[in-house]
């Protein structure tokens, strides 16, 4: 049995997440606030907010959070699992 590379799989990991090509980057402005979509949604404004939300989260590569493009990382000792749960919580408040 070969012995386990630890050293390549972080440095695996730190290229997916640095890369900022990656769905998986987060920029350091970016935060709960750095996407905002104006008016609130009251009702109304439905389809001007529905146009507007992937926008502003596609600008953010992180509109494919949403439309089940990239799929959820269940295995938390998947080396990508955390970088995908933060970029989810991101999505998500």
Not at 10 to 33: E, M, W
Not at 58 to 71: A, N, P, R, S
Request: aromatic letters at 10%; glycine letters at 6%; proline letters at 8%.
């Amino acid at each position: 049995m070969a012995p386990h590379n630890n050293n390549a799989s972080s440095t695996s990991r730190t290229k997916v997440i640095l890369d900022q090509s990656s769905p998986y980057f987060v920029h350091p402005s970016d935060g709960p606030s750095s996407v905002t979509v104006s008016p609130v949604l009251d009702g109304f404004n439905y389809h001007s907010r529905a146009r507007s939300m992937p926008r502003a989260l596609g600008g953010k590569m992180m509109f494919e959070f949403v439309d089940g493009t990239i799929h959820p990382v269940i295995d938390t000792f998947d080396l990508i699992f955390r970088a995908w749960n933060r970029c989810n919580m991101l999505v998500h408040s």
